[in-house]
């Protein structure tokens, strides 16, 4: 899932310096499981901002809505009324769904209320690591479920490095373990040692972020007529 | 209903601070109920409120506190490690501890929030943590969220016999 956290009150404020009512809007997904932008953290950030624009004399009115997802137009529809009485949306949602609600209400200034930061997986109750980048091309069938693109601080395909003291990286700050250590005892737990003997080529980038933003078309899927230019970019 | 508790000013005279005191049932409450019993004399300027335990405290409660103008918060639970429900007090002292940065950077100052530990039969200790809070707080200052007492209304009638109802008892 998506892991976010909250951007500093004085972030939020300075903002919304010209605003007077506004709109918090949370989002119900990921940023709910990640106790950042839920409908108790928007709650949170909503009183922490208005005592702040008390004391600097300039009081906001802010109301507070949740909704089950940010990133899908059923779910943006319900705001229209909250968007049209307001001067502005302070989205808590992930980077994906601050930019839908602008794209959606483009009159209305939509600012980042979250700092969205990786896709990870919950660890243990409040610790989040980051799992996956995204590069788009998958080599974790080779690698035992372990991602070395994303989890080697030197994106090795061909590790180890040999740098590891005691299974951590010698290059993590924080420290981190070793993703090849773990490549290792993971492949020999499952029996396919043979797998680290084959050379993987220099990755092809092509395919990630690195390409350029990407969009992702399931034609068996399209309601539009086949072949018919899509509107997305 | 914890919320509507903690929107009752405690009593105190016009300009002096008001602090709210969550007090959990098994310790801190008790302590305090403990000093009640032994008259032990300590300042009005606290209003406690009774929560069955500081992990049920949520961090709302308190920020609604503050944002109605209270001057200071102070939640009194077991000592660490003999909490009713285990970890109660544990989980209130890491979300205490985010509430305090988050009143510190928006200007109210953390101090304003402090969690205490104490057992059931400390009263004196309760005593002494109450005084400390008023006195911290006195020296920082009420709350730039105060807002102003509403303004006793006007009395209507005849000079303090009532208004005067025509054709009764006359």
């Known amino acids: ?233 | 209903m914890i919320a509507a508790q903690a929107q009752a000013q405690p009593a105190a005279a016009k300009g002096e601070c008001k602090i709210i005191a969550f007090c959990c049932n098994y310790c801190a409450y008790t302590a305090a109920d403990l000093a009640g019993a032994r008259r032990m004399q300590y300042p009005p300027n606290v209003r406690i409120v009774h929560i069955p335990c500081t992990g049920k405290l949520e961090m709302d409660h308190v920020l609604a506190a503050f944002e109605r103008g209270i001057d200071g918060v102070l939640v009194a639970g077991c000592l660490e490690g003999g909490c009713h429900f285990m970890e109660g007090n544990l989980r209130a002292k890491r979300r205490l501890e985010a509430i305090r940065d988050i009143l510190e950077e928006i200007g109210l100052g953390r101090e304003r929030l402090r969690m205490v530990n104490l057992s059931a039969s400390m009263a004196p200790t309760f005593v002494q943590r109450v005084q400390e809070m008023i006195d911290t707080v006195t020296r920082m200052g009420p709350s730039p969220l105060r807002t102003p007492a509403p303004s006793a209304p006007e009395r209507v009638g005849t000079g303090g016999l009532g208004p005067v109802v025509p054709g009764a008892g006359d």
């Not at chain 1, 229209?80 to 602008?102: D, E, H, K, T, W």
């Not at chain 1, 590069?135 to 590790?159: H, Q, W, Y």
């Not at chain 1, 309601?223 to 018919?228: N, Q, S, T």
């Open chain 1, 1 to 233: 899932m998506i892991v976010a956290s909250r951007k500093p009150i004085s972030d939020i404020k300075r903002v919304l310096a010209r605003h007077d009512k506004v709109a918090f809007v949370g989002c119900g997904t990921c940023v709910t499981v990640c106790l950042a932008g839920g409908e108790r953290e928007v709650g949170i950030a909503a009183y922490a901002t208005r005592m702040a624009r008390k004391i600097d004399g300039k009081p906001i009115e802010i109301e507070q809505v949740t909704i089950e997802r940010q990133c899908e137009n059923e779910f943006i529809e319900d705001l229209a009324p909250v968007a049209q009485r307001n001067q502005a949306i302070v989205s808590f949602g992930c980077g994906a769904g601050v930019q839908a609600l602008a794209e959606r209400f483009p009159e209305k200034p939509v600012y980042a209320g979250l700092n969205t930061q990786f896709l990870g997986i919950l660890e243990e109750q409040a610790v989040w690591t980051e799992k996956c980048l995204g590069c788009g091309e998958c080599v974790l069938s080779d690698f035992g479920g372990i991602c070395p693109v994303t989890r080697c601080a030197k994106r090795m395909l061909n590790g180890p490095c040999g740098g590891s003291t005691e299974e951590a990286c010698e290059v993590a700050d924080p420290p981190r373990p070793c993703a090849w250590q773990l490549i290792y005892k993971r492949l020999q737990s499952i029996g396919q040692l043979e797998n680290l003997e084959r050379i993987f080529p220099p990755k092809n980038w092509a395919p990630s972020w690195h390409g350029g933003a990407r969009t992702v078309i399931r034609e068996e899927h399209r309601i539009a007529a086949p072949g018919k230019k899509s509107a997305a970019g």
